[in-house]
């Protein structure tokens, strides 16, 4: 049988950085093959490398199907037979279903007019090849998330005769997702390799390559550190693959910390919430103390992705009150939010955390320009220093391009330096939606270890996150929303990931007012 893929000691190099250093891969036909790596290891340069964006340095080689990959344009990638679905999904929101997927392929026309039945018909055949049913006329704003995904990889596989698809890559599929909807992603992505197609499937949660992967490959430092059937791999084998055994000891230490802290809090509330609602949130009170990590947990539409943004005031607020140390926040003033110390790092870093085009020195200083300003103008040498000193903290990669715009950063080092920005400042409240996002292992460590030194130094840190095992291992309390309100708290040995998965059931407990 000849494999979709072989990926025959691949390097790259950029300048005098080497991205990637003699990579092999091999998939088959109808073989899901996870690939893992920390930001920065050379997934997304082998992805660029795959779909033509980047040509390899001499002396390697990819076949497709037993044809050698020329590297003049990501056009010859596409003739080959291998397709792409990006973590941004690449969809118009307010375009209909069948318009984006006709975006690529182009429109079936006659006579210098668009034949919107036929674009129809042809939507609705793609869609239904995954067992999607979705309208082609509804809107892709009106989706949910894991249509909107559904709708990207129908569009990726849709038949093209002269140029039949046999590799669909998925680069962090499930990214975006609340945890309800991942089961149905990772059914059509099983349904897909039934077909014969071989999938690469790039992700961080290793829950999902257990679940729908034949094969694992593991990258770090641009080298393949670990390779073959997933059965031959467990939890704690891989992530001693992904970031070496000192993570393992580190995850230890937290869990140890957490302890630590919670015996030698003060029990001094600085942050309450009290019958706010907001969107599906309906009279959720929350108070967190100094020094307290409280979890946020519940399934998509429960209201949890509504209660942080609301109480910054990022996010409007039909009622409630919130306080930070007894002052009342007005509603929808995060300016007055942050002037009393509340930090909030938004869920989307693109579109509602970070600056892309401007540099990361920039976005580091951005809350707070004060202690650089004098006679009038910034001074830049100080700003540059501060910013250096958090590149170190944080371990930020690449090292030395604070004055490169965000968006040349890998996620994880993009949200180390959202991070930035907010310790920097040290506020006394930290509300963190979603906090680690599409951010590897490497960097998820490292961003939680600084928030348990935040809550160590007298912070409390709320974080609302789809992540069960970040609330299980990193909180204090876990609040879990089901239908607008606080259904159960979970703290000390009662607070695991299996537990939280168990209160998500509308009848697992009855709803509380607060805690």
């Given at each position: 049988?000849?494999?979709?893929?072989?990926?025959?000691?691949?390097?790259?190099?950029?300048?005098?950085?080497?991205?990637?250093?003699?990579?092999?891969?091999?998939?088959?036909?109808?073989?899901?093959?996870?690939?893992?790596?920390?930001?920065?290891?050379?997934?997304?340069t082998?992805?660029?490398?795959?779909?033509?964006?980047?040509?390899?340095?001499?002396?390697?080689?990819?076949?497709?199907?037993?044809?050698?990959?020329?590297?003049?344009?990501?056009?010859?990638?596409?003739?080959?037979?291998c397709?792409?679905?990006?973590?941004?999904?690449g969809?118009?929101?307010t375009?209909?279903?069948?318009?984006?997927?006709?975006l690529?392929?182009?429109?079936?026309?006659?006579?210098?007019?668009?034949?919107?039945?036929a674009?129809?018909?042809?939507?609705?055949?793609?869609?239904?090849?995954?067992?999607?049913?979705?309208?082609p006329?509804?809107?892709i704003?009106?989706?949910?998330?894991?249509?909107?995904?559904?709708?990207?990889?129908?569009?990726?596989?849709?038949?093209?005769?002269?140029?039949?698809?046999?590799?669909?890559?998925?680069?962090?599929?499930?990214?975006?997702?609340?945890?309800?909807?991942?089961?149905?992603?990772?059914?059509?992505?099983?349904a897909?390799?039934?077909?014969?197609?071989?999938?690469?499937?790039?992700?961080?949660?290793?829950?999902?390559?257990?679940?729908?992967a034949?094969?694992?490959?593991?990258?770090?430092?641009g080298?393949?550190?670990?390779?073959?059937?997933?059965?031959?791999?467990?939890?704690?084998s891989?992530v001693g693959?992904?970031?070496?055994?000192?993570?393992?000891a580190?995850?230890?230490?937290?869990?140890?910390?957490?302890?630590?802290?919670?015996a030698?809090r003060?029990?001094?509330?600085?942050?309450?919430?009290?019958?706010?609602?907001?969107?599906?949130?309906?009279?959720?009170?929350?108070?967190?103390?100094?020094?307290?990590?409280?979890?946020?947990a519940?399934?998509?539409?429960?209201?949890?992705?509504?209660?942080?943004g609301?109480?910054?005031?990022?996010?409007?607020?039909?009622?409630?009150?919130?306080k930070?140390?007894?002052?009342?926040?007005?509603?929808?003033?995060?300016?007055?939010?942050i002037?009393?110390?509340?930090?909030?790092?938004?869920?989307?870093?693109?579109?509602?955390?970070?600056?892309m085009?401007?540099?990361?020195?920039?976005?580091?200083?951005l809350?707070d320009?004060?202690?650089?300003?004098?006679?009038?103008?910034?001074?830049?040498?100080?700003?540059?220093?501060?910013?250096?000193?958090?590149?170190?903290?944080l371990?930020?990669?690449?090292a030395?391009?604070t004055?490169e715009?965000l968006?040349?950063?890998?996620?994880?080092?993009?949200?180390?330096?959202?991070?930035?920005?907010?310790?920097?400042?040290?506020?006394?409240?930290?509300?963190?939606?979603?906090?680690?996002?599409?951010?590897?292992?490497?960097?998820k460590?490292?961003?939680?270890?600084?928030?348990?030194?935040a809550?160590?130094?007298?912070?409390a840190?709320?974080?609302?996150?789809s992540?069960?095992?970040?609330l299980?291992?990193?909180?204090?309390?876990?609040?879990?929303?089901?239908?607008?309100?606080i259904?159960?708290?979970?703290?000390?040995?009662?607070?695991?990931?299996?537990?939280?998965?168990?209160?998500?059931?509308?009848?697992?407990?009855?709803?509380?007012?607060?805690?």
């Amino acid at each position: 049988m000849t494999a979709v893929l072989e990926v025959d000691t691949v390097s790259k190099t950029f300048t005098r950085t080497q991205a990637l250093a003699g990579v092999s891969m091999t998939i088959q036909p109808g073989e899901v093959h996870a690939l893992l790596g920390q930001n920065g290891s050379g997934k997304s340069t082998l992805i660029k490398i795959l779909s033509g964006y980047h040509a390899p340095d001499p002396g390697g080689a990819i076949r497709i199907e037993g044809n050698e990959l020329p590297f003049q344009a990501p056009v010859q990638s596409y003739r080959l037979g291998c397709r792409f679905v990006q973590q941004d999904l690449g969809l118009v929101p307010t375009l209909s279903v069948q318009d984006n997927m006709s975006l690529g392929s182009g429109f079936p026309t006659a006579w210098g007019t668009i034949r919107d039945r036929a674009s129809r018909e042809q939507a609705k055949a793609d869609l239904a090849k995954l067992n999607l049913d979705i309208d082609p006329k509804a809107m892709i704003s009106s989706l949910a998330a894991s249509e909107r995904t559904g709708v990207a990889i129908a569009r990726a596989l849709r038949e093209d005769p002269d140029y039949p698809h046999c590799l669909l890559v998925l680069d962090e599929p499930t990214a975006t997702l609340p945890v309800d909807e991942v089961d149905n992603l990772l059914d059509r992505v099983a349904a897909i390799a039934a077909l014969g197609v071989g999938v690469l499937y790039v992700t961080h949660h290793l829950g999902e390559v257990f679940r729908v992967a034949q094969k694992v490959s593991v990258f770090r430092d641009g080298k393949v550190v670990g390779a073959g059937p997933v059965s031959d791999f467990d939890h704690a084998s891989i992530v001693g693959l992904l970031a070496g055994e000192e993570l393992l000891a580190e995850e230890s230490e937290t869990r140890r910390q957490k302890a630590k802290r919670a015996a030698a809090r003060k029990h001094e509330t600085v942050f309450e919430i009290s019958d706010l609602h907001a969107g599906a949130a309906s009279g959720i009170s929350i108070a967190a103390e100094r020094g307290e990590i409280v979890g946020i947990a519940g399934l998509a539409g429960s209201g949890r992705d509504t209660v942080l943004g609301a109480a910054f005031g990022s996010l409007p607020r039909a009622a409630g009150e919130v306080k930070v140390a007894g002052k009342p926040l007005p509603s929808s003033r995060p300016d007055v939010a942050i002037g009393q110390g509340v930090a909030y790092v938004a869920p989307d870093r693109k579109t509602g955390g970070g600056v892309m085009t401007m540099s990361a020195r920039e976005n580091l200083t951005l809350p707070d320009l004060k202690p650089f300003w004098k006679g009038g103008i910034v001074r830049r040498k100080a700003e540059k220093a501060r910013t250096k000193e958090w590149f170190e903290r944080l371990s930020v990669r690449p090292a030395n391009a604070t004055e490169e715009p965000l968006s040349i950063f890998s996620g994880g080092n993009q949200q180390k330096i959202l991070f930035g920005k907010w310790l920097s400042q040290k506020p006394s409240v930290f509300l963190l939606d979603e906090p680690t996002q599409g951010v590897d292992v490497g960097a998820k460590s490292d961003l939680h270890r600084e928030l348990v030194n935040a809550a160590q130094e007298g912070a409390a840190v709320l974080i609302s996150s789809s992540d069960l095992e970040e609330l299980a291992d990193l909180c204090d309390r876990v609040l879990v929303i089901v239908d607008g309100k606080i259904s159960s708290v979970l703290e000390g040995a009662q607070l695991t990931q299996s537990a939280i998965t168990r209160s998500f059931m509308p009848l697992a407990a009855e709803p509380v007012g607060g805690s």
